[in-house]
């Protein structure tokens, strides 16, 4: 999307947002203006109405009472002339006095006197006279003073009546007289027109929630037509108010609602709100239609002002792809001092520097292309395979001898994971070797290749290769990538192989003379019928101490012959490792006396058994402990235990001997390796234990440690895995 539409857009839709809230907030404001005046104008309607209804019952009740007046008058004269006139008399008298009310006021429908037992002594409605209404409130409250019965049905006429009651007292007697009001003048007052629009009306609601007036949209609900609308419930309640609400036409309506007590009725004055907001549509169309144009030239204002000032912008994009393909000959003109132009300036300053540096650039270039050259005519020249890692473990460089020895050509190698085509193998069991290069990316140290591995080169044919792997990393020391340097070694492994032949074979041949010697010098010690004389004893002890010494190197060197050889069998068993040590112990009991030595053993309680290979494990012990004995003068101190730490079974002895010198540490688990220091004190021994125990750890999941102070003493740790040994097929075991 371009610039200018980018900045155009934004604004826009904020005009235009704005303008239709400024739009929503006219309308809500017109709207609540309208509605509120319009509920002003309806509650001024109901305070006239009701005003002009309870005018007309004080007139009513009036004529009512002046009506009583003549009664009493003409009953008076009955009663004086009670002896000399007939019964009839009073009643004529007093039914033309009702008829006369009756037809000069227009306004009763019937007009009727209840004696005080509540019978309808006279009406000007024959029919009616003789029926009982003492059950009527008209009659009893009407007993007790002028009331006002409210609205009934009257089934005769046919139309809804309002009734009025007042009393005639004459001497002890109370006399009631009713009448019964046409409500026609209600309705008028009710339907008069009241200066609103079509849909206002006023109607009257009885308690019992009947119409009493007309409406003004539907005829015969008088007396007939129920309504339960908010306003009806509301004021009923004997509330005012007014709102909005909807009405019995199922319209939206704002009405008020007023109480009538003195009738017991309800006056609700309503109008439909669509009419009422009918003219806030009319302003607000107008008002949509100006606000629209003034939106529309506002948009199209915003948008050729931003493209004026996008212009320039645009022709600096084109400066930059420009630099961006290369040419930084191309300059940025510009002669206006706003920010545009300080940013013309600003790029013609950068593509000055930029000249600089690629000039810069391009010396180093040359530079590095000429230490690469160097580099590679280096790694050509080197005698080993060398390949180089990325981070990925892709190839990104490789030597002639890589080539040779695996095959395989620079293309097919250079860009793909090293083991596609490199796959590094043990010879034993065939499984992949990873785990040199792994280790290098995850540590970030340098590994070797594990002994007797090899290479499976293109043919499918496999050479012996070893050498290690070490890790690059960059200035913050992260490793990006790692160089592995190997070598053909299967010269070196005809060799060993014949070296390892001639050891076993010449071990073989050595043991038999050399356990006869050992025999018949043994022999010549203990038997007392050889009268051996003092020299002759002290050479035959010469020759049986020699002939042992040489019997435990050939075992030593038979056995690390088939260490190495792979034929060794390593067969796990359930093991209680404490009941081993105790028996080693018991053996080595004369060697601890004779030297006087304390010994201190710690087993803990409850050890698990653990599957080994307890001829392996019991020659580690049995070496770790000859060698604390034998490197620990009189009367020293030795401290064994024998524990559990977490997933292991810890062995640690702790001697007070001779130590080993510091420089020496590092060689010694190699073999035929001993110390300076003790080949001055101990001439006796063949360099091959901790070589062995270094061994038979490797392959039974151990591991050996140890800490050494000179002249202080040393600690040796074996720990083994409770998981135990793993299996291994061989072909002998150690001797």
């Avoid at 950068?350 to 590679?376: G, P, Y």
């Avoid at 080595?588 to 290979?613: F, G, H």
């Avoid at 063949?686 to 125990?693: D, F, I, K, P, R």
Wanted: hydrophobic share 35%; net charge neutral; with cysteine.
């Amino acid at each position: 999307m371009k610039l200018t539409y980018k900045l155009a857009i934004p604004l826009i839709v904020f005009l235009l947002i704005n303008s239709t809230l400024g739009f929503l907030v006219v309308f809500s404001y017109l709207s609540n203006s309208l509605k509120d005046q319009a509920i002003k104008q309806l509650q001024g309607i109901s305070n006239l109405k009701k005003d002009q209804i309870y005018e007309y019952v004080e007139e009513e009740k009036e004529e009512i009472v002046k009506t009583t007046e003549d009664i009493k008058l003409h009953l008076q004269l009955y009663k004086q002339q009670e002896k000399e006139t007939e019964d009839t008399l009073p009643k004529e008298v007093i039914r033309k006095t009702l008829n006369d009310v009756l037809s000069k006021s227009g306004k009763f429908t019937e007009l009727f006197l209840i004696d005080p037992k509540g019978v309808i002594y006279v009406s000007t409605n024959p029919h009616n006279e003789g029926k009982v209404r003492e059950d009527e409130h008209y009659f009893y409250e009407g007993q007790k003073g002028i009331y006002v019965h409210g609205f009934t049905y009257d089934l005769e006429l046919q139309q809804p009546v309002l009734i009025i009651s007042t009393p005639i007292n004459l001497d002890e007697q109370t006399f009631t007289l009713a009448s019964k009001i046409d409500l026609k003048k209600m309705s008028e007052i009710m339907l008069n027109d009241n200066g609103l629009d079509k849909t206002e009306e006023t109607y009257l609601v009885n308690k019992f929630n009947f119409f009493i007036t007309e409406s003004r949209f539907e005829k015969g609900y008088a007396l007939r037509k129920t309504l339960h609308t908010e306003a009806t419930k509301q004021c009923l309640s004997k509330q005012n108010g007014s709102g909005s609400y909807i009405n019995y036409r199922d319209h939206k309506v704002l009405g008020s609602y007023v109480w009538l007590d003195k009738i017991e009725s309800c006056m609700i004055t309503e109008i439909d709100e669509q009419e009422v907001l009918a003219s806030t549509r009319i302003i607000l169309r107008s008002i949509s239609i100006i606000a629209t144009i003034v939106v529309l030239g506002a948009c199209l204002f915003i948008f050729f002002a931003i493209r004026r000032i996008v212009r320039p912008l645009v022709t600096l994009e084109k400066v930059a792809e420009q630099i961006g393909a290369g040419d930084l000959d191309t300059k940025a003109v510009f002669k206006s001092k706003d920010e545009i132009g300080d940013l013309a300036r600003s790029i013609n300053n950068m593509v000055s520097r930029l000249r600089v540096s690629r000039k810069k650039i391009q010396k180093a270039f040359q530079d590095i292309n000429l230490e690469k050259d160097k580099v590679t005519a280096i790694l050509q020249s080197i005698g080993d395979g060398v390949f180089v890692l990325d981070e990925n473990r892709k190839i990104t460089l490789v030597n002639q001898v890589t080539q040779d020895i695996s095959g395989h050509q620079a293309n097919e190698l250079i860009g793909t994971v090293y083991d596609t085509h490199l796959k590094f193998i043990f010879e034993k069991t065939g499984r992949e070797n990873k785990q040199f290069i792994d280790d290098v990316y995850e540590t970030g140290k340098a590994t070797e290749m594990a002994n007797h591995t090899s290479l499976i080169r293109k043919d499918e044919t496999r050479v012996s290769v070893a050498d290690s792997a070490a890790p690059l990393k960059n200035k913050d020391g992260e490793i990006t990538g790692c160089v592995v340097v190997f070598r053909d070694v299967s010269q070196e492994r005809a060799v060993e192989k014949m070296k390892d032949d001639f050891i076993s074979l010449a071990s073989h041949q050595l043991r038999t003379p050399l356990t006869a010697i050992r025999w018949y010098s043994e022999t010549l010690l203990k038997n007392k019928k050889s009268k051996l004389n003092k020299t002759q004893t002290e050479y035959t002890e010469n020759i049986y101490q020699s002939t042992k010494l040489l019997i435990e190197l050939v075992n030593g060197l038979l056995n690390i012959s088939r260490i190495e050889s792979g034929r060794l069998i390593v067969d796990p068993v359930p093991t209680d490792l404490a009941t081993l040590l105790q028996k080693i112990l018991k053996e080595l009991e004369m060697k601890i006396t004779e030297k006087s030595q304390i010994i201190t053993i710690e087993v803990a309680d409850n050890l698990p058994q653990i599957k080994i290979d307890p001829i392996l494990i019991r020659q580690v012990f049995l070496n770790l402990i000859n060698n604390a004995i034998k490197y620990t003068p009189n009367k020293g101190n030795i401290k064994i235990s024998l524990n559990q730490q977490q997933n292991y079974i810890v062995f640690q002895i702790e001697d007070s001997g001779y130590g080993i010198p510091l420089e020496s540490q590092k060689r010694i688990f190699e073999k035929f390796f001993r110390a300076e220091n003790i080949i001055k004190t101990e001439n006796t021994g063949t360099g091959l234990g901790l070589y062995m125990v270094k061994k038979i750890a490797e392959v039974s999941n151990g591991k050996i440690a140890f800490t050494s102070t000179e002249g202080k003493g040393t600690t040796f740790t074996f720990g083994l895995s409770i998981k135990g040994s793993k299996a291994q097929k061989g072909e002998v075991t150690l001797s």
